[in-house]
């Protein structure tokens, strides 16, 4: 990219502040997530690594609806599937899966997975997004697909094979299931959802339209390099986070 002067993400000056730092960006994507339409009854959920703790996560309550997290709703889970803080349970399918993301990719400080209508409907057709648009570039050599649908994820076992698929990728589409997404932090991994669900609808617009045109490869890993790392994920939440904080301010307590 162009050398555009832009923000970067925080430093901090102690732990807690950290802490809450995430804690905020977690509760705001999941109010972005309802304002998109990311939910679906009691599925989905975004972690992110305790920053001092790293063999712990933050999580959604089970059941509890995006639309409605606040900070102080958030449970902390360890390595086992304890919750060590926090008085309500966690989704099963949440911890088998991010767990051993997290485990098996200690770059990784957050991931997310949702059952976005685009997402789970691109999901059926066991392939690879294509790089149609600029956007989509973003993902291109940089998306993997689990092609191995067995039921709800209740075993770790099951989430060792996604982190494994996933590889050192920012995402993967899930068969018959829908999207997941990996990143530094919650703002990345939030925005990289966000914008590979709307890859996934105009795909599936332009083929039912007609034949679309690729980018070539060459022009596709050249875009990926300007519009897919990880500080222009995380520069793309920022904007989001403004808007729903300055909307729904009540996420922060």
């Known amino acids: 990219m162009p050398n555009l002067d832009l923000p970067t ?11 809450l730092h995430r804690q905020q960006r977690l509760a705001a994507a999941f109010r972005l997530f309802a304002r998109y339409g990311f939910d679906e009854g009691v599925a989905g959920h975004i972690t992110v690594r305790d920053p ?28 086992k599937g304890e919750v060590v803080k926090g008085n309500r349970p966690v989704n099963t399918a949440a911890f088998a899966i991010h ?30 997004l294509d790089p149609l648009t600029q956007d989509a570039c973003a993902f291109y050599e940089d998306h993997a ?5 067995t039921g709800v994820v209740l075993e770790t076992g099951e ?22 997404t990996v990143g530094h932090s ?21 083929e039912a339209a007609g034949k679309p045109v690729l980018i070539d490869p060459d022009t596709a890993r050249l875009t ?15 904007s989001l ?10 996420l922060l307590e």
């Not at 993400?9 to 802490?19: A, D, K, L, V, Y």
């Not at 996560?57 to 902390?76: A, C, E, H, K, T």
């Not at 989430?159 to 997941?180: M, P, Q, S, V």
């Open 9 to 19: 993400p925080p430093t901090f000056e102690s732990i807690e502040s950290e802490r």
């Open 145 to 149: 697909l689990f092609d191995d649908y």
């Open 99 to 128: 767990s051993r993301i997290h485990q098996a990719r200690p770059d990784v400080n957050a991931a997310a997975h949702a059952h976005s209508l685009y997402g789970k409907a691109w999901s059926t057709l066991g392939r690879l």
């Open 241 to 250: 986070y403004d808007m729903i904080v300055r909307q729904e301010p009540d």
């Open 52 to 79: 001092e703790f790293t063999d712990c996560f933050w999580v959604n309550p089970f059941g509890m609806y995006f639309g409605q997290i606040r900070v102080s709703d958030l449970v902390l889970v360890n390595h």
């Open 186 to 206: 919650v703002d990345e991994t939030a925005w990289w959802f966000v914008a590979m669900d709307r890859c996934c609808h105009a795909q599936l617009m332009a």
């Open 159 to 180: 989430g060792d094979r996604i982190a494994a698929t996933l590889g050192e990728k920012k995402a993967i589409i899930l068969r018959n299931h829908g999207l997941l």
């Open 224 to 238: 990926h390099s300007q519009v897919g790392s990880h500080h222009i994920g995380w520069f793309s939440f920022q």
